[in-house]
């Protein structure tokens, strides 16, 4: 079973909609938690790092969340453009790997 | 400054033949990542170079599968004997990760050569 669980699969909303995915975890002992927003065709690129103390992070229109009780964390997009379809990837460390979810495919239509 | 490279971009290659893979990290980056990303999956770890110390090897799926750096420069993944199911998105990232230090760094990925074996 997969220590990092992302959800939905996928994601098809309208312009300028919010939206928030999901990443629940098992990894521990827990380092940090980030997500990487990937584009199709290209490599991941971070969005946001968030350690044990911290419980919120944002990036422009994207604020991630951690729980670190429930190991949860989700991210929230604001306002949703075009540019924002493409693949959310939640990763987590323990103080000696990564461990990638598989990702949520999101779909910003017009 | 220049980001992560990867070369090619695109490789076709028929089944059984051998394929080298190249990824420039960026300069001053110690640690260096190699994942397999197969159409519509997650990143797959393959392997990790920290500096001068000996690989983490423990993702490779089969000894067809094989990695070299020098120093803290360039890498190549050569992949033996090329099967269907290695057709993937090989991905590069580099960060400036310290030995023995927690993944505190973010990882920059290069774009990804995508491998095709006929």
């Known amino acids: 079973k997969n220590q990092v669980e992302q959800s939905p699969q996928s994601l098809i909303i309208l312009e300028g909609k919010n939206c928030t995915l999901q990443c629940n975890y098992t990894v521990s002992p827990f380092s940090n938690l980030r997500w990487y927003k990937q584009d199709t065709g290209r490599g991941p690129v971070s969005l946001t790092i968030?350690?044990?103390?911290?419980n919120t992070k944002s990036n422009g229109r994207y604020t991630a969340t951690l729980d670190a009780d429930t190991k949860q964390s989700s991210l929230h997009i604001t306002a949703s453009q075009l540019s924002d379809s493409a693949s959310y990837i939640c990763v987590v460390s323990d103080n000696n790997d990564m461990r990638f979810g598989a990702g949520t495919r999101l779909t910003v239509k017009p | 400054g220049a980001g992560v490279s990867q070369s090619p971009s695109n490789k076709v290659t028929e089944k059984g033949k051998d394929v080298e893979l190249r990824c420039d990290p960026i300069?001053?980056?110690?640690?260096l990542y190699w994942y397999r990303q197969r159409l519509g999956q997650g990143l797959e770890f393959l392997i990790y170079?920290?500096?001068?110390?000996?690989?983490?090897k423990s993702g490779l799926p089969s000894d067809r599968f094989s990695a070299e750096r020098t120093g803290e420069s360039v890498s190549t993944l050569t992949i033996q004997r090329t099967q269907q199911e290695d057709s993937a998105v090989y991905l590069c990232?580099?960060?400036?990760?310290?030995?023995?230090?927690?993944?505190?760094?973010?990882?920059?990925f290069g774009p990804g050569t995508r491998l095709t074996v006929l």
């Open positions: 990232a580099s960060t400036r990760r310290l030995a023995g230090e927690p993944y505190t760094d973010t990882q920059y």
């Open positions: 968030m350690t044990f103390s911290e």
């Open positions: 300069s001053g980056h110690t640690a």
């Open positions: 170079f920290q500096g001068n110390s000996a690989p983490d």
